[in-house]
């Protein structure tokens, strides 16, 4: 076997900034483990609006340890804007589609320099060939335990049904290891008839990530200790074990040096922060392509305002449609004037700060002065604000983050309190108001902060030598050497 250190990760994430972020970092684990590690990129010049594609060429430019392929661009694109379908489902067949180029690069490595592939929840496709290659695919599940209970689940769950989950309502679904879930905050695409296409397509790409040879969770056993337990328990998928588990989370930036952002925007605002006392600011931020109706954000203009709280919020041009396909449309930067009401950045100007399109979300949250995060529940973001003790504001908006607020919410993980107007599809400038006070100066919201500083120790003892997370990662590069073994490496 190749020493380790001529030996290569081949990492191959799911589209978009929330799958490549946290994937850059896991490399970033692997390297200072001694490990090559080469990221597989699909280019999308016909997806021209992907506010992710600038975001994707910093953080390739900000990582030189890290060799980036992008693989060609496919010879025929679909047709995003002329299908029925909802453009992810174009993204997984679009996935599927590039295995044989996938292939192709793999087969320029000598075997041996192979660790193993390393693939993204929906891009589980790759372990065909990486099987056929005899190299260990593995999955790198960007979201959590929690959610991987549900996905191993599903399956079961969806069989012989004749109807989507969607008439279900709000009727709670049992799974193993997690509190129950009314259907209607399952993701939205697997509420549609399981034989529905796109559903179909899901199911499909999350079923296999069950058929890869160990799945790393970025997440940490004692943040979801009953979903890590449910996923070794034989009846989570019956008749069939789940592979190896490994909770190797929190995977998350360490803020510095931040990069995705220019750096000079980037001082400004941490600047900006410096100046605030402890604890003192709300932020306010929906992932990486979430945005929100001109109206609603007047209504948290209002909230925020009225609350007298210091706050630092991230504003994006709004979509203008909730159609799946407003993800393709190219936004420009958000002009603040016309969208917010008159006169509030005046107003607010000495304890308000608000930011066009991006922020620096990992430094925002280890900064001190960062009391509270108004959060869309992706799993990065979650992550980021426990590892560095923020208490939480849900605000789902997409994917499976009301399955996470869920979550985020229950008591056993106890980091955060949703602001309930979401569901209705409008949060009133009353409950924004009412919720940052709560969180910023009421003794529930000491001891939410309190909850959530605790778990932020839980994750700095999972990360530490011989903490668990640790002991997963190393499991996991044994275990890979084991099978590299039996694969006749
Ligand atoms: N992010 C950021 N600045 C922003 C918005 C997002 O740095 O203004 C980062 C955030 O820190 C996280 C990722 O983008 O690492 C978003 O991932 P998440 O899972 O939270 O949400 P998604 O974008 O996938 O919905």
Redesign the pocket.
């Known amino acids: 076997m190749a020493p380790r250190r001529q030996q290569t990760v081949v990492m191959y994430p799911s589209f978009?900034?929330?799958h490549i972020?946290?994937m850059t970092e896991l490399a970033r684990v692997l390297l200072r483990r001694g490990l090559d590690v080469t990221m597989v990129l699909i280019e999308r010049p016909f997806w021209p609006s992907d506010s992710g594609a600038a975001t994707t060429r910093r953080v390739m430019a900000a990582n030189p340890a890290i060799t980036f392929h992008v693989l060609p661009p496919d010879p025929s694109p679909p047709d995003f804007a002329g299908s029925t379908k909802p453009p992810f489902f174009h993204t997984l067949q679009l996935l599927r589609r590039y295995n044989g180029e996938l292939g192709r690069f793999l087969r320029s490595f000598p075997r041996r320099r192979l660790h193993s592939v390393v693939t993204g929840m929906f891009s589980t496709y790759a372990a065909e060939v990486a099987a056929e290659l005899g190299v260990p695919a593995y999955t790198f599940f960007a979201s959590g335990a929690g959610f991987l209970a549900v996905v191993a689940q599903l399956p079961a769950l969806l069989a012989g049904r004749q109807e989507g989950l969607k008439v279900l309502g709000d009727a709670p679904l049992e799974f193993l290891g997690v509190p129950p879930i009314p259907a209607s905050h399952m993701v939205k695409e697997l509420l549609e008839h399981p034989e529905e296409d796109m559903c179909n397509a899901m199911v499909d790409a999350l079923k296999r990530v069950a058929d890869t040879d160990g799945v790393l969770v970025n997440t940490f056993e004692s943040l979801e200790s009953r979903a890590v337990q449910a996923l070794r328990d034989p009846r989570c998928v019956p008749g069939k074990a789940m592979p190896p588990i490994y909770c190797i989370g929190p995977v998350v930036?360490d803020g510095s040096p931040h990069r995705?952002m220019p750096p000079e925007r980037r001082h400004e605002l941490l600047a900006w922060l410096d100046a605030q006392p402890e604890r003192s600011v709300v932020y306010l931020?929906f992932?990486?392509?979430?945005t929100l109706p001109a109206e609603q954000l007047r209504e948290i203009a209002v909230g925020l305002e009225r609350s007298g709280h210091r706050f630092l919020w991230?504003v994006r041009t709004p979509a203008g449609t909730d159609d799946p396909k407003k993800f393709l449309e190219q936004r420009p930067e958000p002009d603040l004037e016309a969208l917010l009401p008159a006169g509030f950045l005046e107003r607010t100007g000495g304890r308000g700060l608000v930011v066009p399109s991006?922020?620096?979300?990992?430094a925002v949250l280890r900064h001190l002065s960062t009391g509270a995060f108004v959060t869309?529940c992706?799993?990065?973001?979650v992550l980021?604000a426990v590892a560095a003790g923020v208490p939480m504001l849900c605000w789902p908006l997409y994917?499976e983050q009301m399955l996470n607020k869920v979550l985020m919410t229950d008591l056993d993980m106890g980091v955060a309190w949703e602001m309930e107007g979401y569901a209705a599809g409008r949060v009133g400038a009353e409950e924004v108001e009412a919720k940052v006070r709560l969180v910023m100066d009421s003794e529930e919201g000491r001891e939410l902060r309190a909850r959530v500083a605790a778990r932020r120790e839980d994750a700095m003892a999972a990360l530490e030598d011989g903490g668990t997370s640790q002991e997963a990662l190393a499991r996991f590069l044994a275990d890979v050497d084991k099978l590299r073994g039996q694969l006749g490496d």
């Open positions: 978009g900034v929330g972020i946290p930036g995705e931020c992932g990486s392509r979430g991230v991006w922020a620096p979300q990992a869309h992706g799993w990065n973001s980021e994917s």
